[in-house]
């Protein structure tokens, strides 16, 4: 349950407006042979994904782990543009481009060509309304891409990812610290890949087969056995869960139970303060059998972590 403190705060007035994100970068995919080239590379449908709208999906290596994750939003029949953490976008796009060989299609770092922008609350539902994740709005060439929501006990805080070209008007709405987006992007469940945790998980571990992220009925990509292996033979056994902690985390940072002190048994996978100051919260990937027995920061003498509840239901093994 979340803290009274937290449950004191009004939550639909903090998460209310725009947000820079300076964290987010980029990838343009350019060429008739655009989305079926990504289609061969990622976990979702590029091929059958309509023009103006939008789908999260990952990109891994041939034994199912993640090197990225994107926000695919394909503005024309042959551009498809990655939404992607910076961090990552180098190295992405050097790994991607090795398998273009003679596909028509031409890789680019885009991210000098848009203004992104995080929307909350009123500024989102002005765009998108109650429109469901991943719905993608199209106006004036900017694209308004629903996210999931911020639950944080009563509250569903409306969330979307803004994008327009360089130098276009921003939209209405006062200004959100990049601290509070950030929080709002735990309390949504939902994460992008970061370089910390870079080849830690698959797609399941982040939950992303409960989000929309990857296909079960597509052809094949990097990793895609495993990844279909992992889902239809039952063999889930780690998860992403929602805490609350006391202490700061570090994305990364191991994670342990008490009852086997010397393994982690889970790891960070985005962490934000509260906006109230009271600790932070953090996404956390697990086992599913150390969140019976709990978990602690750091070591298994550390500070102990609350289990919330997650803001929507997973996937269950097929």
Known sequence: MNSPALNALDVTAVLDGTSP?????????QGEDAANF????????????????????????????????????????????LVMNLDLLAQTLKRLSMFVLRAKVKLTDA????????????????LLGNAAPWHTVVADGAHAVALYPAVVGDSRVPRALWMAPMGSALPEGPEVAPEVWAWSDVMSGVALLSQP????????????ESVGGVNFKKGC?????????????GTLKRRTALVHSPVELAVGQDVF????PEQPCA?????????????????VSGTLESQQTGWRAGSADGAALELLPLPYDLLEDI
């Not at 991210?111 to 539902?125: I, K, N, V």
């Not at 990509?221 to 033979?233: D, L």
């Not at 139970?257 to 086997?260: K, L, M, V, W, Y």
């Not at 906006?275 to 996404?283: I, S």
Request: proline content about 6%; aromatic content about 8%; charged content about 15%.
């Open 111 to 126: 991210s000098g060509q848009w203004q992104l922008r995080g929307l909350l609350g009123s500024s989102a539902r002005a």
């Open 257 to 260: 139970t008490p009852t086997d």
């Open 197 to 208: 945790v870079f080849e830690a998980f698959v797609p399941q571990m982040m939950n992303y």
């Open 21 to 29: 994100l300076p964290q987010l970068g980029v990838i343009q995919a």
């Open 38 to 81: 990504l289609h061969n590379q990622l976990s979702n449908d590029v091929v059958l994904l309509p023009v103006g709208q939008s789908r999260l999906a990952a990109f891994c290596n041939a034994k199912g782990r993640m090197q990225a994750s994107f926000v695919v939003i394909k503005t024309a029949p042959d551009t498809v543009l």
């Open 267 to 283: 790891t960070v996978v985005q962490s934000a303060a509260r906006p109230d100051g009271q600790g932070f919260d953090a996404l």
């Open 221 to 233: 990509y990097p990793g895609q056995e495993v990844v279909a292996r992992s889902q239809f033979r």
